[in-house]
């Protein structure tokens, strides 16, 4: 028959799991204090590199999309607020703060054309013709970075991808995978027709109907009926890049 540990066997091994605790525990303790100070040399460094390239990081596109990976990889937000040592030294916390006001400021000026939905290409375009007179380039990966600090205004601020391309959403409007997919189909030709959707689709014409005078309420769609065919076109302004006919008709909701 085998025996039972001891009260000191017992002690024993308590105090051996105590011993293994602890030294995970020191373990543990040593790495966390070894990342923390790499992490405030690289952080160090990260700031002396901005005072360095301070003027390619203000100019260069390419430079300042390296720059922001690189603070994202210990951490640091250069966007988070426009006071502080980083809007100090590299003042980009007010230029994104301007390339927002801006990009409001498009979305606004072109919502009755595209219900408020905008191809991103598009919005840079018309960014940088407004700020032909500024110092700084713009990228596609500035919008980006100014829209995403723009979700915090509500409204519907955000980038949505249907197909190969990116549109940039200024209204609380919710597209489902229906309306999305009408979209991708549209942008061949920048508008599409229900006998269409429902032969590329293979949709019951009840549930194109239903989708596309959903797009139709929203803005996001515009009726084409000048054609001797007599089909009626849907066309789509935030993915074509074909202005519609003369004969187009906007409809507003």
């Known amino acids: 028959m085998r025996r039972r540990p001891g009260i000191g066997g017992l002690q ?123 110092r700084e380039s713009v990228s596609e990966d500035d919008c980006l970075r100014a829209i995403n600090k723009l979700k915090v205004l509500g409204g519907g601020y955000e980038v949505i991808s249907v197909g190969k391309k990116k549109l940039v ?22 508008y599409v027709t229900v006998e269409e959707v429902e032969r590329q689709l293979s949709w019951s014409s009840g549930r194109v109907t239903d989708c596309l005078e959903t797009l139709l309420k929203e803005g996001l769609a515009m009726i084409d009926d000048g054609h001797k065919d007599r089909k009626r076109r849907y066309w789509f302004p935030c993915v074509s890049s074909i202005h519609t006919s003369v004969g187009a008709e906007a409809v507003k909701s």
Request: hydrophobic share 35%; glycine share 6%.
């Open 12 to 134: 024993t091994a308590a105090a051996a799991r105590d011993q293994y605790r602890l030294l995970g525990e020191n373990v543990t303790k040593l790495r966390t204090d070894i990342m923390k100070e790499q992490l405030t040399t690289f952080r160090t460094q990260l700031e002396e590199f901005a005072r360095k390239h301070k003027n390619d990081i203000r100019k260069n596109p390419a430079f300042r999309s390296q720059f922001h990976e690189m603070c994202a990889k210990v951490g640091v937000d250069p966007l988070a607020s426009n006071k502080g040592f980083w809007a100090e030294l590299l003042g980009i916390g007010d230029f994104y703060y301007e390339l927002g006001v801006q990009i409001v400021d498009i979305c606004l000026e072109t919502r009755s054309e595209n219900g408020g939905l905008i191809n991103l290409q598009e919005l840079c375009s018309r960014l940088r013709q407004r700020r032909k007179a500024a």
């Open 169 to 190: 959403r200024s209204v609380p409007t919710e597209l489902n995978k229906d309306h999305n997919e009408i979209l991708e189909l549209a942008q061949a030709q920048g």
